[in-house]
């Protein structure tokens, strides 16, 4: 969903919302199911992203992270797919700058970087990229048919759900650290046990 939308529950979904949307879409595809270099901290970037809510005015609101996603993927890399980082960075730019035209949006933007955007906002500006269908129809023209990156797209760029496997991985680590504190009390029962037998022989 967009930002706009999760901003303002009572607004109308426009083309606009559905374009916006559809990034997000590759955005949680990729971040999900592709290698990169952010997955140590995968489920908090989708929480931040995808799932962050706050309560405005009485009504439950999200999507401030997704005003903010550039800042936020910032040093983002998928290694051996320059095409698809070509996409990614591209089409959350557009992203950012759509959102900005929305004066909701701007209260999400800390104070010095609202003030910047309010006196870009105040100056003539062309058509934002995400305005209609065109941008990304082009963005994905340069990415998939055009050369060189037509050619360097992997061969090998099988999907794997690393969410899955994080969570799997904190849960081995939550067993190991639960059988030591297991162990750990076990160890101290025997102690306190061989202390009593030791004490009532000598007495």
Known sequence: MSAKLLRDPKKTNELNDDIESFVYVVVYTVLRYTRHNKLDVLSKLLHTIFEHKEKIDGDICGGSGKVIIGEILQGWEIPGNQPLQIWLEKATSAVTE??????????????????????????????PRLADHAYLLTLFQ???LDQPHASEWPTDDI?????????????????????????????NGVRSAANIIYTNHQT
């Open 142 to 144: 340069e990415v998939l």
């Open 98 to 127: 759509w959102i900005l035209h929305d004066p909701i949006a701007l209260d999400d933007i800390s104070n010095h970087r609202r003030r910047a955007s309010s006196r870009i906002k105040e100056k003539a500006k062309p058509k």
């Open 159 to 187: 999907s794997h759900d690393y969410l899955l496997e994080n969570k799997d991985e904190n849960q081995k680590q939550q067993q190991v650290q639960q059988q030591l504190v297991n162990s750990a009390e076990l160890e």
